[in-house]
């Protein structure tokens, strides 16, 4: 139980175009997914934490009208790079909790992230 | 605010050696701890988790008790293997919570 998946795994897009990456929880309803960005050899960095159908909150520094972020429904969250430069090359994550009785609300499940790689 | 640090890396052992990673941690309340592992090219996966003192989060023959008195949570294993090979993650979140706190993360590579 508690499966995250996350698409793509891998995308490589020009310069200027947006990519958009899914999070879906699998087996569960998710009221919260966050966003992570992880750079190479580093920790994970929180850029934004979505509640289903209100707006994302996004941590210091992060741009949030370049990561676009919808939480439509409890089992979907999307990250949209828009106007993608070589510099938001990064390795993406999300995870997701659940409502309480579910797989608990403390408890965060990542999906496998998505690397993305901009030309 | 909440911290967690982690043993700097990479930790190198043979196969079959002990492993201890080091974490300790600075938070308000009653957090709950976690450590996560992230093989090469993935995403993270849940490895154990504690959620008051003296509890021992236990997975895959990975270990972790929650000492208050002394801030920590370090992981061990009795014999580790190649396959365990791996960043691990050290992380904490407060009662009533979600927003995870990480470590930077310890390396560790076992050779046969």
């Known amino acids: 139980g508690a499966v995250v998946s996350q698409h793509p795994s891998w995308v490589i897009c020009k310069s200027g175009t947006s990519v958009k990456i899914e999070c879906r929880s699998l087996d569960f309803q998710a009221t919260t997914m966050f966003w992570y960005r992880q750079f190479p050899k580093q920790s994970l960095m929180l850029m934004a934490t979505s509640n289903e159908g209100s707006k994302a909150t996004y941590e210091q520094g992060v741009e949030k009208d370049k990561f676009l972020i919808n939480h439509a429904s409890l089992t979907l969250s999307t990250l949209t790079v828009t106007s993608a430069h070589p510099e938001d090359s990064s390795f993406y994550i999300c995870?997701?909790?659940?409502?309480?009785?579910?797989?608990?609300?403390?408890?965060?499940?990542f999906g496998a992230g998505t690397r993305l790689s901009v030309l | 605010g909440n911290s967690v640090t982690q043993m700097e890396g990479p930790v190198t052992l043979s196969e079959e050696a002990f492993l201890t990673i080091n974490c300790t941690y600075t938070?308000?309340?009653?957090?709950?701890l976690f450590w996560y592992v992230q093989y090469p090219g993935e995403g993270l996966q849940l490895l154990l988790k504690?959620?008051?003192?003296?509890d021992k989060g236990s997975n895959k023959g990975f270990e972790a008790t929650y000492r208050k008195e002394t801030t920590s949570f370090h992981l061990e294993k009795g014999s580790v293997q190649v396959s365990d090979s791996a960043v691990y993650f050290c992380a904490l979140t407060n009662s009533g919570y979600s927003t995870l706190t990480f470590g930077k993360g310890t390396m560790l590579l076992v050779s046969p």
């Open positions: 995870s997701a909790t659940g409502l309480a009785g579910g797989p608990g609300k403390n408890i965060q499940y």
């Open positions: 938070a308000t309340g009653y957090p709950s």
């Open positions: 504690a959620t008051k003192a003296d």
